[in-house]
């Protein structure tokens, strides 16, 4: 079974400083998907990116970066620069192509890191 | 309205009541989720609808029913539920219910069982 753990459960930054929220996960699949979402106080999850694993490629937006590495089954997130507006909960998600009794979407959330940017 | 709604906000209910969660999504998608977030607990995946069928039902207890009317709409029917139900309750959308297509969330149900 698949599986995604976020061994930070709670970090705390000063303003301005930089920040990376491991995730490692766990597939029998060759074919699947990650993401990284963030969840505000408000509640609403956030969709920020997408990784299909044939894509190693790293990616940059903003202050935001992924590191995606197969090799050791991780997909890390990176905040350049942090502001009071970053802090939120972050989840890492995993989900397979592969089709299981018909249920096409196998997806897993891990427990999340709560990130703290403090002024 | 943009992306996806969830009413109410807020909602406590006793043990014995009728309640429903009511989701909207306004993305055109085919694909709607139910989560369960409770505190120190992962999100968990209660029910998947694609074009208005249940694909997917994780051992949900029956005091949870779903009814999604179609693929805009999707609701969550709640009747003697228990404390321990209490949780925010996500309502998420995806253009469709493979893999490869990231969810959408709303703002969340934050319902409280007393």
């Known amino acids: 079974a698949q599986k995604v753990t976020q061994a930070q459960t709670e970090i705390s930054v000063v303003e301005k400083e930089d920040v990376t929220l491991d995730c490692v996960y766990e597939?029998?699949?060759?074919?699947?998907?990650l993401f990284w979402y963030k969840q505000p106080p408000s509640g609403e999850l956030v969709f920020l990116i997408r990784?299909?694993?044939?894509?190693?490629q790293n990616e940059i937006s903003g202050r935001y970066s992924w590191n995606f590495q197969k090799s050791t089954s991780s997909f890390n997130f990176t905040i350049t620069a942090s502001q009071v507006v970053d802090s939120a909960v972050y989840f890492c998600?995993?989900?397979?192509?592969?089709?299981?009794?018909?249920?096409?979407?196998?997806?897993?959330f891990g427990p999340g890191t709560r990130l703290s940017v403090l002024p | 309205e943009t992306g996806v709604t969830q009413t109410p906000r807020h909602l406590v209910m006793g043990m014995t009541n009728k309640k429903s969660l009511k989701c909207e999504q306004h993305?055109?998608?085919?694909?709607m989720y139910w989560y369960k977030q409770s505190a120190k607990k992962p999100l968990e995946l209660m029910f998947v609808?694609?074009?208005?069928?249940?694909?997917e039902n994780n051992s949900v207890p029956s005091r949870f029913s779903p009814e999604c009317p179609n693929s805009s709409h999707l609701f969550l029917h709640l009747h003697t539920l228990q404390p321990e139900d209490s949780a925010l309750y996500l309502c998420?959308?995806?253009?469709?219910?493979?893999?490869?297509?990231?969810?959408?969330f709303g703002p969340g149900t934050r319902l409280t069982v007393t």
């Open positions: 993305l055109g998608h085919n694909a």
């Open positions: 998420a959308s995806s253009q469709e219910w493979q893999g490869s297509y990231e969810q959408y």
């Open positions: 597939t029998r699949d060759t074919t699947y998907y």
């Open positions: 998600a995993l989900s397979e192509a592969l089709l299981l009794d018909n249920y096409g979407q196998n997806f897993v």
């Open positions: 990784r299909n694993s044939f894509d190693e």
């Open positions: 609808y694609s074009l208005e069928e249940r694909v």
